[in-house]
C-alpha cells in the first residue's frame, strides 16, 4: 500500500489521502455520532412520555381520594366472598389475577402485565361499588410502555 502511495504524484497522493481522511470522519459520522444521537433523542421521548403518565397519575389519584371520601360508597355484598368480588370484576376488566393468597384477615392478588389505566379503573370500582379497600398497592413497571405488575392487598 505504501509503495502504491508513494508511486503517486503527489498531487494524486494528498487527494488519496484526503478522501481517506473523508471516508474516516464519515465512518465515525454513521457509527458513533448518529447512533448516539438516535439514543438520547429516543431518551428525551421515553422521559416525556413517563412525565406525562406521571402527571395523569397524580390528576387521578386526587379524583380518587376525593370520590373515596363520597356517601355513594356501596358496601360489599353481603352473600359473596371478597375473592369471588375481585374475580368477578377482574373478569368484567379483562384482567388475569394470577394469585389470590389470604393474608392475616385480607386478601394479597397479584395481576401481571396490565394496562396501568385499566388498573386504575379496577381499582375505582373495588373501592366505589364493591366497598373493598386496597390497604397497599405495590405497582411494578414493565418493559412494555404503560404495563405494570401489581401486587395489591385488599380488605372489606
Do not use: C
Not at 358496601?75 to 377482574?90: E, H, K, L, W, Y
Amino acid at each position: 500500500m505504501k509503495q502504491w502511495l508513494a508511486g503517486l504524484e503527489p498531487r494524486g497522493r494528498k487527494l488519496v489521502l484526503a478522501l481517506a481522511g473523508m471516508m474516516v470522519i464519515a465512518a465515525g459520522y454513521y457509527f458513533l455520532i448518529q447512533p448516539l444521537a438516535q439514543r438520547f433523542e429516543m431518551a428525551e421521548k421515553g422521559v416525556k412520555r413517563e412525565t406525562q403518565l406521571l402527571s395523569w397519575v397524580q390528576e387521578n389519584a386526587a379524583k380518587i381520594v376525593i370520590l373515596r371520601g363520597a356517601n355513594g360508597v356501596k358496601p360489599a355484598a353481603r352473600n359473596r366472598s371478597v375473592s369471588q368480588i375481585i374475580n368477578t370484576s377482574a373478569a368484567r376488566y379483562k384482567l388475569t389475577v394470577n394469585r389470590i393468597q389470604p393474608k392475616n384477615n385480607k386478601l394479597q392478588v397479584m395481576v401481571d402485565h396490565v394496562q396501568f389505566s385499566v388498573m386504575l379503573q379496577w381499582l375505582q370500582t373495588l373501592q366505589l361499588q364493591h366497598g373493598l379497600t386496597v390497604d397497599v398497592a405495590d405497582f411494578r413497571r414493565e418493559n412494555e410502555s404503560g404495563f405494570v405488575k401489581v401486587r395489591l392487598l385488599v380488605s372489606q
